[in-house]
């Protein structure tokens, strides 16, 4: 079964770097043309070569509003361009890349970003690339169309269903605290309480955070902390315990040896930043049902002897 699982890992991993292309059109994050070629449309590292009609000129007869970029540009976001997990995982390290492959000459580079863009991602550039904002280039998708003279497009650090190239363990551990400064005890429940009109719903989200807090977890809403904040609560952590969603990513940020368990459905993206971060990964399944197209949500129905069962099994896995 494994040899033709579609999520299984790569034997071999692709490079990662960056291609400099003149005139690329961006319609939208995710969306960018190249003569007559989709280039890339998706959150997954693939080039989807897909034909858009064919026309003399795309960019001057299109009826959007036009935008030229002449300075060199960085273009390097996506699709759920405004998703914590999709920034850790797809796009904050290309940036990486970039700026690892052209040194100094990074601070001159512009970069392209929807005028929507959320404070957060403006701080994380920020904090792990150097990027101010004046270097930042807003455009509106839908309503407008940008030409980008010269653009730089960095490749996913990835290579098919998220086999991590190490580029990202070295990005994300040089924001991070040297193992030997940071005490690692602290056990950390990532809430979901905040995102109740969700379509992912834990029946005995109650029950769970009781029964962690018994057991010493700290009860934690990534979203109301700061950046620095948050690496520093990954950084110390000695497990990590959640439900199925992209705060469960963070763990980039938890050394080598972190219990990581997840409620909900084995996840391609977790179980890899598990393998190339060093982690320990536990997860519940039973009772969990993915989305279908009369009920799109994904149900956790976790009992709670089945959950306090999962957190026993995380606790006993702690290195002491």
Same mark, same amino acid.
């Given at each position: 079964?494994?040899?033709?699982?579609?999520?299984?890992?790569?034997?071999?991993?692709?490079?990662? /770097?960056?291609?400099?292309?003149?005139? $690329?059109?961006?319609?939208?994050?995710?969306?960018?043309?190249?003569?007559?070629? @989709?280039?890339?449309?998706?959150?997954?590292?693939?080039?989807?070569?897909?034909?858009?009609? !064919?026309?003399?000129?795309? *960019?001057?007869?299109?009826?959007?509003?036009?935008?030229?970029?002449?300075?060199?540009?960085?273009?390097?976001?996506?699709?759920?361009?405004?998703?914590?997990?999709?920034?850790?995982?797809?796009?904050?390290?290309?940036?990486?890349?970039? #700026?690892?492959?052209?040194?100094?000459?990074?601070?001159?580079?512009?970069?392209?970003?929807?005028?929507?863009?959320?404070?957060?991602?403006?701080?994380?550039?920020?904090?792990?690339?150097?990027?101010?904002?004046? #270097?930042?280039?807003?455009?509106?998708? /839908?309503?407008?169309?940008?030409?980008? #003279?010269?653009?730089?497009?960095?490749?996913?650090?990835?290579?098919?269903? *998220?086999?991590? !190239?190490? *580029?990202?363990?070295?990005?994300?551990?040089?924001?991070?605290?040297?193992?030997?400064?940071?005490?690692?005890?602290?056990?950390?429940?990532?809430?979901?309480?905040?995102?109740?009109? +969700?379509?992912?719903? @834990?029946? !005995?989200?109650?029950?769970?955070?009781?029964?962690?807090?018994?057991?010493?977890?700290?009860?934690?809403?990534?979203?109301?902390?700061?950046?620095?904040?948050?690496?520093?609560?990954?950084?110390?952590?000695?497990?990590?315990?959640?439900?199925? /969603?992209?705060?469960?990513? +963070?763990? $980039? *940020?938890?050394?080598?040896?972190?219990?990581? /368990?997840?409620?909900?459905?084995?996840?391609?993206?977790? @179980?890899?930043?598990?393998?190339?971060?060093? !982690?320990?990964?536990?997860?519940?399944?039973?009772?969990?049902?993915?989305?279908?197209?009369?009920?799109?949500?994904?149900?956790?129905?976790?009992?709670?002897?089945?959950?306090?069962?999962?957190?026993?099994?995380?606790?006993?896995?702690?290195?002491?």
């Amino acid at each position: 079964m494994h040899a033709y699982h579609w999520k299984r890992p790569t034997e071999t991993l692709n490079p990662v /770097g960056f291609y400099t292309v003149k005139d $690329l059109i961006v319609t939208r994050p995710g969306s960018t043309i190249l003569n007559t070629n @989709l280039v890339y449309n998706c959150a997954t590292g693939l080039d989807n070569q897909h034909s858009v009609p !064919h026309e003399d000129d795309y *960019f001057s007869q299109s009826s959007r509003n036009k935008i030229v970029i002449e300075e060199r540009v960085i273009v390097a976001d996506g699709v759920a361009c405004d998703v914590w997990g999709h920034w850790l995982v797809d796009y904050l390290p290309r940036f990486g890349v970039v #700026k690892a492959m052209m040194g100094e000459q990074f601070s001159n580079l512009k970069i392209l970003l929807p005028h929507s863009t959320p404070e957060w991602i403006y701080q994380f550039l920020a904090f792990a690339c150097g990027v101010s904002r004046d #270097k930042i280039v807003g455009y509106n998708p /839908g309503a407008d169309i940008v030409l980008c #003279k010269e653009a730089i497009l960095p490749s996913y650090c990835y290579t098919n269903e *998220f086999s991590f !190239h190490s *580029f990202v363990r070295d990005f994300y551990n040089s924001l991070t605290p040297p193992d030997e400064a940071v005490k690692k005890t602290r056990k950390i429940l990532i809430s979901r309480s905040n995102y109740m009109h +969700s379509n992912r719903q @834990l029946s !005995h989200r109650a029950a769970f955070e009781e029964l962690a807090l018994q057991r010493g977890y700290e009860i934690i809403q990534p979203e109301k902390l700061s950046l620095e904040e948050q690496i520093q609560v990954f950084s110390e952590a000695a497990a990590v315990v959640g439900e199925h /969603g992209s705060g469960m990513h +963070s763990t $980039l *940020f938890s050394a080598p040896g972190t219990v990581v /368990g997840c409620l909900g459905f084995w996840n391609a993206v977790q @179980l890899h930043i598990g393998y190339l971060m060093g !982690h320990q990964n536990v997860y519940v399944t039973k009772n969990c049902k993915w989305p279908t197209p009369e009920r799109n949500e994904y149900v956790m129905d976790c009992t709670p002897d089945e959950l306090n069962s999962f957190l026993e099994k995380v606790d006993s896995l702690i290195p002491q």
